[in-house]
């Protein structure tokens, strides 16, 4: 079945700093990935939709500036969290759909990001 | 925006017992998606419901979506402690191209 891999499974980094998350599809080719950020106990809030070759759509309240999405190939979309804050803390999970019709096929989804700034 | 509001919250039931847990959207759905995701894990997908009215049936589990297409359930029956995890509903528009996804219910089983 379809996989998607994202890494790293848990990163603990300073305040300031910037963290990359990658998520790649294993074994089928992912023109759009869409990324979630799910706090504890609560539900998945899409964060932005990244398109292979071209510019991420962001969903609103969610600052372009600072999660940057890079979605260089068909098999990978990074997230990057620049100048992270505490509050940035939070589990992060990728997800790609291997249909062909992206927006009526299944979503597969990475095993996620713990990310806690300090 | 699209709203897609899932209840109850939380359930704990014993070993045996069945469990229910319902989505109801704020506008007309092309298709709803179920996903569940154990403790410390990724949503993995269950089941796809396109059309108005369909019920699916995979072992223990039952999906239905409304006639209205804008609300759908989970049943599952004679719940086991596998059975354990949350379960997301995520519906899509008919112009969206965006899954909206409920709070999520918390199953827990006693067994």
């Known amino acids: 079945g379809a996989v998607v891999s994202q890494h790293p499974s848990w990163v603990i980094c300073k305040s300031g700093t910037s963290v990359k998350i990658e998520c790649r599809s294993l074994?089928?080719?992912?023109?759009?990935m869409f990324w979630y950020r799910q706090f504890p106990k609560q539900s998945l809030m899409l964060m932005a939709t990244s398109n292979e070759g071209s510019k991420a759509t962001y969903e609103q309240g969610v600052e372009k500036d600072k999660f940057l999405i890079n979605h260089a190939s068909l098999t990978l979309s990074t997230l990057t969290v620049t100048s992270a804050h505490p509050e940035d803390s939070s589990f992060y999970i990728c997800?790609?759909?291997?249909?062909?019709?992206?927006?009526?096929?299944?979503?597969?989804f990475g095993n996620g990001t713990r990310l806690t700034v300090t | 925006g699209q709203q897609v509001m899932q209840i109850p919250q939380y359930q704990h039931v014993q070993e045996g017992e069945d469990f229910t847990t319902y989505c109801n959207s704020s506008?007309?759905?092309?298709?709803i998606q179920w996903y569940k995701q154990r403790p410390g894990g990724h949503p993995v997908f269950l089941i796809q419901l396109v059309k108005s009215g369909e019920v699916k049936k995979q072992k223990r589990l039952t999906f239905q979506f409304g006639e209205a297409k804008k609300n759908s359930s989970l049943h599952i029956t004679a719940t086991q402690t596998t059975d354990v995890g949350t379960y997301f509903c995520?519906?899509?528009?008919?112009?969206?191209?965006?899954?909206?996804f409920g709070a999520g219910t918390i199953l827990r089983v006693k067994s």
């Open positions: 506008t007309t759905l092309s298709n």
């Open positions: 074994d089928f080719q992912a023109t759009t």
């Open positions: 995520a519906g899509r528009t008919e112009y969206g191209n965006k899954l909206v």
């Open positions: 997800s790609a759909s291997s249909g062909a019709d992206t927006y009526n096929s299944p979503l597969h």
